[in-house]
Structures are given as structure tokens and as C-alpha cells.
């Protein structure tokens, strides 16, 4: 079992930056794909970014390509998403996610975060 706890959304304005973290653990995560997914009102979820977290892979979403950036700390056992030039469509709750690179779903979700964009 992964628990994952997300933490730093809030309410900024158009253009500014938010960072978020998700606390993982409970187990040895060389052998997970960790993701950031979020769910606007309304909407699907959908997928943000995602990263190896052994060897440093990163995908991204086409509309955060250039502007959020995955990281992780092994030490810490968190994975971060900086978040620059936010828009109101990035309003969002936002979602940590772990999988086994195995895996094709992500079974292991956070409680989610809510990332308000004013503009």
C-alpha cells in the first residue's frame, strides 16, 4: 500500500506560481510511476504530468508543456509539481497518483488539492 498526501494548492491570480508536494509512503517507490493528475467542476479528470522515479522519465500534458515542471526528492520520498504562468483554466482539484511501472492504471490516489486560478 502507497498513502499519498498532497499539500500547497490554494488561490493565486493569473500568472503566478504555486508549487505542490505529495508525501509518499509505505513503500519503496523505485518501482513506481508517480503522477499529478487533475478534475475541473464538471470535467473529467485528466492527466497533468508524471515521473519515473527511478531514472528521471517525465511526461507531460500538452497544456502544461512548458509551464509545470515534475520533481521529485528521494530523501523526502516527495514528488513536487512547480506550477508557473497559471491560468484560469488551471483551476483544478489536483491529484497525487502511484502505479508499479508495471501497471497501466494508477491505484494509489491523494485526497487531491484545490488549485484556484483568478483572473
Do not use: H
Not at 516527495?78 to 501497471?103: F, W
Not at 494508477?106 to 484545490?114: E, I, L, N, S
Request: with cysteine; glycine share 10%.
Amino acid at each position: 500500500q502507497v498513502r499519498l498526501v498532497e499539500s500547497g494548492g490554494g488561490l493565486v491570480q493569473a500568472g503566478a506560481s504555486l508549487r505542490l508536494s505529495c508525501a509518499a509512503s509505505g513503500r519503496t517507490l523505485s518501482r513506481y510511476d508517480m503522477g499529478w493528475f487533475r478534475q475541473a467542476p464538471g470535467k473529467e479528470r485528466e492527466f497533468v504530468s508524471a515521473k519515473r522515479w527511478s531514472g528521471g522519465i517525465t511526461w507531460y500534458a500538452d497544456s502544461v508543456k512548458g509551464r509545470f515542471t515534475i520533481s521529485s526528492d528521494n530523501v523526502q520520498n516527495t514528488v513536487y509539481l512547480q506550477m508557473n504562468s497559471l491560468k484560469p483554466e488551471d483551476t483544478a482539484v489536483y491529484y497525487c497518483a502511484a502505479r508499479l511501472i508495471t501497471d497501466s492504471e494508477y491505484r494509489y490516489w491523494g485526497q487531491g488539492t484545490q488549485v484556484t486560478v483568478s483572473s
